[in-house]
């Protein structure tokens, strides 16, 4: 199926001045505002994250994949929630579902490449299960994320659109990017503190 990518870019300036708003007082504004500038951004294109095409693989790996992004939503809901427990129990999920993925079945660079991404994914996934504290689960979590992003374009197995999200502030101000199902900002990097915290950067459609 054809893939179409699109992205609403928010000014950089603009995104780190609303970013910045810590009190629930100034949000609903700088909601506002950040909604407005990605409308008149959202002509922009651009794609972040870079993927080969093996939309031809098997189903089975596809519905794998799919089942993936499925509980990874599941953890960044956890995060966004500020719920340690409830991240570490949907990593242990997502570790269950990487390690059923039937990479064997695949041959020459659609296995290769679905291998690098799944150890990723398990390295990513098992630290987040082992760590106590949401700090270094949040950690983990951007490589997760574009582990998981990637697989879902690379195997054309997105069964919903996709939107791949980024918070200049997040990791000390280095910035990183989370997945999402839902084109509205839910920060997972900070949850309750700035969640609306963030921009749109590309968005995938099956």
């Known amino acids: 199926m054809k893939k179409t990518l699109f992205a609403a870019a928010v000014v950089a300036a603009f995104t780190f001045s609303s970013c910045s708003e810590n009190t629930s007082e100034t949000t609903e504004t700088t909601v506002q505002n950040t909604e ?4 008149d951004a959202a002509q922009a294109t651009n794609v972040v994250v870079e993927t080969p095409d093996y939309g031809n693989v098997a189903e089975s790996m596809k519905t794998q ?12 809901d956890a995060l966004v929630a500020s719920d340690a427990n409830a991240a570490k129990a949907s990593a242990n999920e997502v570790l269950e579902i990487a390690h059923a993925m039937p990479v064997a079945t695949l041959t020459g660079d659609e296995k290769a490449y679905a291998e690098e991404k799944r150890e990723q994914v398990v390295n990513s996934a098992t630290q987040i299960a082992q760590a106590n504290d949401l700090e270094a689960q949040r950690e983990n979590f951007e490589q997760l994320s574009e582990s998981v992003f990637a697989m879902a374009k690379a195997f ?10 980024h918070c200049p502030m997040a990791l000390n101000n280095q ?23 963030g921009s749109t950067e590309e968005v995938y459609v099956d």
Not at 66 to 74: F, G, K, N, P, T
């Open 65 to 76: 994949i799919s089942q993936l992004v499925s509980q990874y939503m599941i953890m960044k």
């Open 175 to 197: 910035g990183a990017y989370w997945l999402s199902a839902n084109e509205e900002i839910r920060n997972p990097y900070f949850g309750e503190k700035m969640l609306k915290c």
């Open 36 to 39: 407005a500038t990605q409308t």
């Open 156 to 165: 054309d197995a997105a069964d919903e659109t996709l939107y791949y999200q």
